[in-house]
């Protein structure tokens, strides 16, 4: 028997007996017991279900009341049940359990709990205050009944262990199997806590990268906001100087306009020809352009406007009233495809014309400048161009007959519109006619009906068809008729065709070809009417030129005129880029003050055609006007 410190509130009670020794007993707490039990207490000791000694044994007292087993069996059970708390470990009892039984008395049974450890059992335990008795070992001792009892108790307190361990092991097994859910759950958790907080990082990593951007971005929109502040300041800058140099220009044209409008009223040659010398710097070679068959060409500038003036030979008998009047009756004829006669000098007989920038078209065709080559579309638009003076010419009251169409006659101006020059030159030249059949070239051009040297407008058609021809196909005059019929007649005009001038639309051109030919019909006959018959198939064509012109920025005719003014945007009556252009009845855009003038001025007919127009009413062109607006807001 152990006792563990007198300050626990409990006494561990054990017996360790010897067996083989059963007189003494050996655990100090059984001799303590055995000694400060009270007297009247009842103490058996045993050992393994054995009886070993009885403190009668020690003090030599007897038993002071027996009592039988079978009625105490419920009580001893239960309280070993109460106090017992593991087979191998030590029964308890409380030091104020045992105090107590000490101090009132109470017996105590020190019983076996099975194995060997020993229990004392007080009397109030038998429920009667009696004390337990326990038979000895033989068969009908009491404490072997005892002995019974307690192994049987012991068994079922066993097995109800055995149930409650496996009950206890399962529910264990459980809780191990929840923990270890648990514990992968934790896993779980552990992984998708570090997952987010890679997550959490890379975010903070982007978050400051993009702050860093942010920060970049706002220093980059400071920088363009400011930039932006710049431009508009130097925009509105460059705005009033647009306005002033617009004023200015205005201011200019104006001057110009009533300079050439002086010399238009004028219309009296009053041209000095001092004025000639000085615009011709005394005829300085360098001011000369050319030589004609009437004349040598000088270029200058008379009254702020750059002209070209034609020294006529001297007339011989024509007088300076007749020169006048032929001058002035020719500066009458206006038409924004013919070369513009302004003035004249009756003094030194020289004829004041518009000065065309770009040459001939003989000079361009025969790639006699360096320029490159006329594109189809502007050749198709100076086919038209020539289509139209034409039809205005002979539309004109006293039907004008050019008489002396060819393609050095057709000169081109700064925006490569085409104007037919020379006319009513003939009228200059007294008797003779330059146009006779010596002149090889201008021969070329005669229809073969030319007989009895006076020309009709059939001339001017057969020689537009010939222009034609060579439009087409930049071939010398002389075999372009035969050329193009066998190239026609083997179905192949392609190898005709000047192909310099990129890919032709064939069917326009099979088209063009064939009217070429129609107008160099030997006879007048067969001949087609330009109003009736070439204008409607012209026409169509000129508009799809324009449409190609627009919408290929690659186009070579973009190369050559597109830094210039587009001719479609240039008025054809005041020859100045439009900025409120109306469409008339005749379909072509004018400048709205130029038409209205027109008409006001009492003009019943088209200032293109000459013919005769449906009504007066005037459309503002609006398209135009924004194709206007944004050319002249890119250049
Ligand atoms: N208004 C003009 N502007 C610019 N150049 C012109 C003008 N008129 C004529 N020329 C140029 O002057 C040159 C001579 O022209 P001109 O009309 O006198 O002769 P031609 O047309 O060559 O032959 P023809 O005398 O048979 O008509 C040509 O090269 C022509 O391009």
Same mark, same amino acid.
């Given at each position: 028997?152990?006792?563990?410190?007198?300050?626990?509130?409990?006494?561990?009670?054990?017996?360790?007996?010897?067996?083989?020794?059963?007189?003494?007993?050996?655990?100090?707490?059984?001799?303590?017991?055995?000694?400060?039990?009270?007297?009247?207490?009842?103490?058996?000791?045993?050992?393994?279900?054995?009886?070993?000694?009885?403190?009668?044994?020690?003090?030599?007292?007897?038993?002071?009341?027996?009592?039988?087993?079978?009625?105490?069996?419920?009580?001893?059970?239960?309280?070993?049940?109460?106090?017992?708390?593991?087979?191998?470990?030590?029964?308890?009892?409380?030091?104020?359990?045992?105090?107590?039984?000490?101090?009132?008395?109470?017996?105590?049974?020190?019983?076996?709990?099975?194995?060997?450890?020993?229990?004392?059992?007080?009397?109030?335990?038998?429920?009667?205050?009696?004390?337990?008795?326990?038979?000895?070992?033989?068969?009908?001792?009491?404490?072997?009944?005892?002995?019974?009892?307690?192994?049987?108790?012991?068994?079922?307190?066993?097995?109800?262990?055995?149930?409650?361990?496996?009950?206890?092991?399962?529910?264990?097994?459980?809780?191990?199997?929840?923990?270890?859910?648990?514990?992968?759950?934790?896993?779980?958790?552990?992984?998708? &806590?570090?997952?987010?907080?890679?997550?959490?990082? =890379? /975010?903070?990593?982007?978050?400051? @990268? +993009?702050? $860093?951007? %942010?920060?970049?971005?706002?220093?980059?929109?400071?920088?363009?906001?400011?930039?932006?502040?710049?431009?508009?300041?130097?925009?509105?800058?460059?705005?009033?100087?647009?306005?002033?140099?617009?004023?200015?220009?205005?201011?200019?044209?104006?001057?110009?306009?009533?300079?050439?409008?002086?010399?238009?009223?004028?219309?009296?040659?009053?041209?000095?020809?001092?004025?000639?010398?000085?615009?011709?710097?005394?005829?300085?070679?360098?001011?000369?352009?050319?030589?004609?068959?009437?004349?040598?060409?000088?270029?200058?500038?008379?009254?702020?406007?750059?002209?070209?003036?034609?020294?006529?030979?001297?007339?011989?008998?024509?007088?300076?009233?007749?020169?006048?009047?032929?001058?002035?009756?020719?500066?009458?004829?206006?038409?924004?495809?013919?070369?513009? &006669?302004?003035?004249?000098?009756?003094?030194?007989? =020289? /004829?004041?014309?518009?000065?065309? @920038? +770009?040459? $001939?078209? %003989?000079?361009?065709?025969?790639?006699?400048?360096?320029?490159?080559?006329?594109?189809?579309?502007?050749?198709?638009?100076?086919?038209?161009?020539?289509?139209?003076?034409?039809?205005?010419?002979?539309?004109?009251?006293?039907?004008?007959?050019?008489?002396?169409?060819?393609?050095?006659?057709?000169?081109?101006?700064?925006?490569?519109?085409?104007?037919?020059?020379?006319?009513?030159?003939?009228?200059?030249?007294?008797?003779?006619?330059?146009?006779?059949?010596?002149?090889?070239?201008?021969?070329?051009?005669?229809?073969?009906?030319?007989?009895?040297?006076?020309?009709?407008?059939?001339?001017?058609?057969?020689?537009?068809?010939?222009?034609?021809?060579?439009?087409?196909?930049?071939?010398?005059?002389?075999?372009?008729?035969?050329?193009?019929?066998?190239?026609?007649?083997?179905?192949?005009?392609?190898?005709?065709?000047?192909?310099?001038?990129?890919?032709?639309?064939?069917?326009?051109? %099979?088209?063009?070809?064939?009217?070429?030919?129609?107008?160099?019909?030997?006879?007048?006959?067969?001949?087609?009417?330009?109003?009736?018959?070439?204008?409607?198939?012209?026409?169509?064509?000129?508009?799809?030129?324009?449409?190609?012109?627009?919408?290929?920025?690659?186009?070579?005719?973009?190369?050559?005129?597109?830094?210039?003014?587009?001719?479609?945007?240039?008025?054809?009556?005041?020859?100045?880029?439009?900025?409120?252009?109306?469409?008339?009845?005749?379909?072509?855009?004018?400048?709205?003050?130029?038409?209205?003038?027109?008409?006001?001025?009492?003009?019943?007919?088209?200032?293109?055609?000459?013919?005769?127009?449906?009504?007066?009413?005037?459309?503002?062109?609006?398209?135009?006007?924004?194709?206007?607006?944004?050319?002249?807001?890119?250049?």
């Amino acid at each position: 028997m152990a006792c563990y410190g007198s300050s626990c509130r409990e006494i561990l009670l054990r017996t360790r007996l010897d067996c083989r020794n059963l007189s003494e007993l050996k655990s100090n707490k059984a001799i303590f017991v055995c000694h400060h039990a009270p007297v009247p207490c009842q103490i058996w000791f045993s050992c393994k279900g054995c009886l070993i000694r009885t403190r009668s044994d020690e003090i030599g007292s007897h038993l002071a009341g027996v009592v039988p087993l079978s009625s105490k069996t419920n009580k001893v059970t239960s309280f070993l049940q109460h106090h017992k708390e593991d087979a191998d470990k030590d029964v308890k009892i409380t030091v104020s359990e045992f105090e107590e039984n000490m101090v009132h008395g109470q017996n105590l049974t020190h019983s076996m709990t099975g194995d060997g450890s020993s229990l004392y059992l007080p009397h109030s335990m038998t429920g009667d205050g009696s004390s337990l008795y326990l038979p000895s070992s033989s068969q009908d001792s009491p404490f072997s009944s005892s002995v019974d009892f307690l192994a049987e108790a012991s068994e079922t307190f066993y097995l109800k262990e055995i149930n409650s361990r496996s009950y206890m092991e399962d529910l264990l097994k459980k809780q191990r199997q929840e923990l270890e859910k648990m514990k992968n759950k934790h896993n779980q958790i552990v992984k998708e &806590l570090q997952l987010v907080q890679n997550q959490k990082l =890379s /975010l903070e990593r982007k978050f400051m @990268e +993009n702050c $860093s951007t %942010e920060e970049e971005l706002e220093e980059k929109i400071i920088q363009a906001v400011k930039l932006l502040i710049s431009f508009k300041g130097k925009r509105d800058l460059l705005w009033k100087e647009q306005e002033r140099a617009l004023r200015e220009s205005h201011k200019f044209q104006k001057m110009v306009k009533e300079d050439v409008c002086a010399m238009h009223v004028s219309h009296s040659f009053d041209i000095s020809f001092s004025e000639i010398i000085e615009a011709t710097r005394t005829f300085d070679p360098s001011m000369k352009i050319g030589e004609g068959r009437f004349g040598s060409v000088y270029k200058g500038i008379i009254h702020h406007v750059k002209v070209a003036i034609k020294m006529l030979p001297s007339c011989g008998s024509q007088s300076d009233s007749d020169f006048e009047h032929k001058a002035e009756i020719l500066s009458r004829v206006r038409h924004p495809n013919l070369v513009t &006669l302004l003035c004249a000098c009756t003094e030194s007989r =020289s /004829l004041i014309y518009e000065y065309l @920038e +770009n040459g $001939s078209l %003989e000079d361009h065709l025969a790639g006699h400048l360096k320029s490159r080559s006329l594109p189809w579309q502007l050749r198709l638009r100076i086919a038209s161009e020539i289509c139209s003076a034409l039809i205005f010419l002979h539309a004109h009251k006293s039907s004008i007959v050019h008489g002396n169409l060819k393609l050095s006659n057709i000169l081109l101006d700064a925006n490569f519109v085409s104007k037919i020059s020379d006319l009513g030159i003939k009228n200059f030249q007294n008797g003779e006619n330059p146009c006779g059949k010596n002149d090889l070239e201008a021969s070329i051009y005669l229809e073969p009906e030319y007989v009895d040297g006076r020309h009709v407008t059939e001339s001017d058609v057969y020689s537009f068809g010939i222009i034609l021809l060579q439009l087409l196909t930049a071939r010398p005059a002389s075999s372009i008729i035969r050329d193009m019929r066998c190239a026609m007649e083997v179905g192949n005009v392609s190898t005709v065709l000047d192909h310099s001038a990129g890919d032709w639309p064939l069917e326009q051109v %099979e088209l063009l070809a064939f009217l070429a030919l129609r107008c160099c019909e030997e006879k007048r006959l067969n001949q087609p009417d330009l109003v009736a018959e070439v204008w409607p198939v012209i026409e169509p064509m000129r508009d799809l030129c324009t449409l190609s012109c627009l919408g290929s920025t690659s186009s070579r005719l973009d190369l050559t005129a597109q830094q210039r003014i587009p001719s479609n945007f240039v008025c054809p009556i005041f020859q100045e880029v439009m900025k409120d252009p109306h469409i008339a009845a005749d379909g072509f855009t004018y400048e709205g003050d130029a038409i209205k003038g027109w008409l006001n001025s009492g003009h019943k007919t088209s200032p293109m055609t000459n013919l005769q127009l449906d009504h007066c009413d005037l459309l503002p062109n609006y398209a135009l006007y924004y194709a206007i607006q944004e050319w002249q807001q890119r250049s």
